[in-house]
């Protein structure tokens, strides 16, 4: 990235040297990713990230079949924001939408998928695994569901891609979200994987980049910081997932063992090597987050994106659970420079802090 900003600063569109520099940098992370995901480098779309590339997926595919009279979209109701606030805005564009429901593990069911499927349906948005719960939708069969009934898939990839080896052909999706800083690239950069042939209409016009699908001077060493994550996190994937998930389950495995009243929120497999969501019978998660931050553990409640809020998480609350246990649940993730070490610290301090928490409240423990 400093290459990219110090000596090969030039504009990609530019013809001379400096510009061709840029180009064949900017390229070089086009295979990177497109390797990643078992792609073509012609349907990588750079973006500013993963939140651009979701809006991209349903407002650019959308509006490309709006000739058509295909105006109903479909997503599931334990999206991320980036899928969920863009589908409330095509609602009050005139779209009609349907929120797919989950079951208690956070699974969208294929019939919940065939009873919402309708003639005009556009478009089916399915995340691949969830933000908050680590678990991951049966993508491959929904997808075939919506192509059955003539509407395009595509599924948000932001928490799985470079966790689980992906290939957007064995998933059989036409558009496929990723983001940099989910597998330690830089924040602020993305990609959307769009299959050839698909149309899809540009959110941003203006020059001829990307393939005229984003005008705009690339954001080049955002997105080679990318290629070049893309290209360590695919060599470690296999060791790495191997490590995490058993690092993970022993957390989990330890706190459900330390600490009374205590369950995991979701399907434990298939899962994301990296995630567990516990909750904690009578203790206001926030209350648990900053003691647990107090002490140099960092974890959170619901997505970044919406914590700070206080509202009871709307993927929990989907999967059934009251607002009480929504309130009571923290998110672990783990990561490349989590060590055996900190699970032990984690399991030494945790106990006591729920046990005083809870002691500044009435309500029974549950059994
Ligand atoms: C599932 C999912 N989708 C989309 C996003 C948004 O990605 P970005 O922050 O790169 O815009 C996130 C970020 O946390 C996410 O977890």
Redesign the pocket.
Known sequence: MTGALREEFGNPSSVHHFGQQAKAAIDEARTDVATLLGAEPSEVLFT???????NIAIRGAAEALEATGRRHLIASSI?????LNTLKAMAKRGWRTTLLPVDQTGIAAPDALRAALADDTALVSV?H???EIGTIQPIAELARIAHDRGALFHT????SAAKLPISVRSLGVDML?I????FYGP????ALWIRRGLRVLPLLTGGRQERSRRAGTENVAGIVGMGVAARIARGKMADECTRLSALRDRLEAEILAAVPGTAVNGAREPRVPNTTNVSFDRVEAESLLIALDLEGIAVSTG???SSGTLEPSHVLKAMGFNAHRAQNSIRFSLGASSTDAEIDRVIAVLPKMVEKLRSLTRAPVRA
Not at 48 to 54: A, K, N, R, W
Not at 156 to 159: E, L, P, R
């Open positions: 500013s990230g993963g939140t651009e590339s979701d999206e991320h924001e980036a899928v995340m695994a969830n933000n948000d990839a932001v928490q979200s983001s940099a800083h989910k924040k602020g950069v993305g997505s970044a994106c």
